[in-house]
């Protein structure tokens, strides 16, 4: 279920959002709705590391990296 909310933004910022949702081809309220919803994943991806970063040790980090081998990468992985 959709909720309405009002939001009072700035002139030049309520120009930008028509102008490039309609060079998307939405509507301004999806083009809000989905910036909204990035910005709450982001901030949810960083909380989501950082509590895994937490969970971690720089032991079991070493222990996984020492049975990387230390060889060349194969040609088509070189940057």
Known sequence: MSK????RLPKYLHREI???A???GISMNQFI???AAEKV???KTVEYLEK???EGSRED???VLSKVPDE????RDKL
Do not use: G, W
């Open 4 to 7: 309405a909310m009002s939001v």
């Open 18 to 20: 028509k102008k490039l």
């Open 22 to 24: 309609e060079e998307e």
């Open 33 to 35: 709705a989905t910036a």
């Open 41 to 43: 994943s982001s901030l």
């Open 52 to 54: 895994r970063a937490e």
């Open 61 to 63: 980090f070493e222990r």
């Open 72 to 75: 060349e990468p194969e040609e």
